[in-house]
């Protein structure tokens, strides 16, 4: 197993970190440009990996990375609610706001010549739910070369604590009634502290978080 909780522990703190710097950009004008700017290389990046996906007829890739670029930031200081109740755990607002949009975009800009459209044929629909498989898709794509990064550049200690982390995980113990590790069962695999395991911990999130931001 390659980092499974240190992975899922990575996805949640990007939604969270993108949740904060949401919520700062719809005061601070800095904030928004910064936002702004991280949201349009990803989205560039996401075009480029599945054009077919993020294209939309009738306008070049330039086109809809403005359009949805600018829905971002009109989103953001509209003063509405309702943009900001979008969740899915795991995938970050941004993200969530932009795929929206796309398929906005898909329905008013659709050309005359695909009226005929096979995409429009009854018993095939693209859905929010196919929408959300692609993107987790790719996300855990990412998470796993990642992990494997991270992995290979781990001292002598920190891979101890990552077998043992492992080990509870066999067990049934890395996780106790949360999302939280359970550090003690793994530091008694060691025989440490639990202090000492969260220590461990943490670093091997941050090698993992430092390989996720390298492939992003």
């Known amino acids: ?15 969270a970190a993108d949740r904060r710097e949401r919520e700062l950009s719809r005061s601070s004008d800095v904030a928004l440009v910064a936002y702004e700017a991280k949201w349009r290389a990803r989205l560039a990046r996401l075009q480029r ?3 077919a996906r993020w294209h939309v007829p009738g306008l070049s890739n330039e086109e809809v990375l403005d359009l949805l670029c600018l829905h971002l930031i009109e989103v953001l200081r509209s003063g509405e609610s309702e943009p900001f109740a979008l969740e899915s755990p795991g995938r970050p607002w941004g993200l969530l706001i932009a795929a929206r949009k796309r398929r906005a975009l898909r329905r008013a800009f659709r050309l005359a010549i695909t009226a005929h459209d096979f995409a429009e044929a009854p018993g095939y629909r693209e859905t929010p739910d196919q929408e959300q498989m692609c993107v987790e898709r790719e996300e855990q794509q990412l998470l796993a070369l990642a992990g494997e990064r991270a992995k ?33 069962a793994a530091s008694r695999i060691l025989g440490k502290n639990r202090s000492s395991a969260l220590r461990a911990y943490r670093e091997l999130q941050a090698r993992y978080s430092s390989e996720l931001a390298r492939l992003k």
């Open 152 to 184: 290979s550049q781990l001292s002598g200690p920190q891979r101890r604590w990552l077998a043992a982390l492992e080990q509870s995980t066999q067990s049934g113990e890395l996780f106790a009634a949360s999302d939280e590790p359970n550090l003690s």
């Open 1 to 15: 197993m390659t980092l499974p909780s240190v992975s899922r522990v990575r996805a949640l703190d990007d939604e």
């Open 49 to 51: 990996r599945y054009p």
